[in-house]
């Protein structure tokens, strides 16, 4: 009988570190999945900011943080979805919510001065900038600044911020177009012409650049096209712009001519410059 005890006692014990081992094995099983749930949770994250469509982004994001408002990244996440999908005036107060979180960054505070320049409220976007530490040196928040020191017409600033700015990417195209942008407006044509060639290096296929190129030549009475890789349409959108920049400066008939060669080289039918053309020959003969 004693012996019996003895048996029962050794099996009842293997039996109970088998439990715990059971409930080991189970404990680091769940912390496992939860990590594989935290990794697959953030994959699906960058995917919904990258490549999925913006406003399906929208959705997910409005939705987990519902669900978890206190996750800093998801508030993120939503308010830079909202940037993505072109809705900036609903994308201020995410970003609001999200600068006042435990765990902010200084680029969120970033992002909120990106959005309230979006939505043209200009003094409030410098004002947040100008709580951001100048420690915090990004190109983004260099692209803004330049921004801002154009909107008040101080240039020597402009030129100092995107110029720090161009430093501090591999991809300045579309940097370089503004800052070339912000030179044509100024009158300072040749050097925005310069600029505007420096971003099509950069990038070949950004029309904007090539049609403020234009524009900078048109400005200079320069109405040969530039020598860059354009399609045919391309061209064309391009010599209606060179042939309205003609005219605003009085040279009509040069307009005219290059509103003909703008409607001959489109390969559709060029309704914008056929009214213009019939507007120039209407003004003409009355």
């Not at 970003?95 to 990106?114: P, S």
């Not at 600029?195 to 090539?210: C, H, I, M, V």
């Amino acid at each position: 009988m004693r012996q019996f005890k003895i048996l029962f006692l050794c099996l009842s014990g293997t039996a109970f570190l088998a439990a715990c081992d059971k409930n080991a094995d189970s404990d680091e099983v769940n912390r496992a999945m939860q990590n594989v749930n935290v990794v697959d949770e953030s994959n699906l994250n960058d995917i919904m900011l990258s490549v999925a469509d913006p406003n399906e982004a929208v959705t997910y994001f409005k939705r987990a943080t519902d669900d978890q408002p206190d996750r800093t990244d998801l508030q993120r996440g939503l308010a830079q979805s909202l940037i993505r999908a072109k809705r900036p005036s609903e994308a201020v107060p995410a970003y609001e919510k999200l600068v006042e979180m435990e765990d902010a960054t200084n680029e969120d505070k970033v992002g909120l001065a990106d959005a309230l320049i979006r939505t043209d409220d200009w003094d409030r976007a410098k004002a947040t900038l100008d709580a951001v530490p100048p420690t915090h040196e990004t190109f983004k928040r260099y692209r803004l600044e330049a921004m801002i020191a154009d909107s008040e017409e101080d240039w020597e600033k402009a030129d100092s911020f995107y110029e720090i700015a161009a430093g501090l990417t591999t991809k300045p195209a579309g940097l370089l177009n503004n800052w070339g942008y912000s030179k044509l407006t100024r009158g300072d044509y040749s050097e925005a012409e310069r600029l505007f060639s420096e971003a099509l290096k950069q990038d070949r296929k950004l029309f904007t650049a090539k049609n403020n190129m234009v524009l900078a030549r048109g400005a200079q009475r320069n109405y040969n096209l530039p020598v860059m890789p354009m399609e045919q349409t391309e061209r064309a959108e391009l010599l209606h712009t060179l042939a309205m920049s003609a005219i605003k400066q009085g040279d009509v008939e040069i307009g005219k001519g290059l509103l003909r060669e703008a409607i001959d080289t489109h390969p559709q039918h060029f309704e914008a410059a056929v009214r213009s053309l019939r507007a120039l020959e209407s003004n003409v003969s009355n």
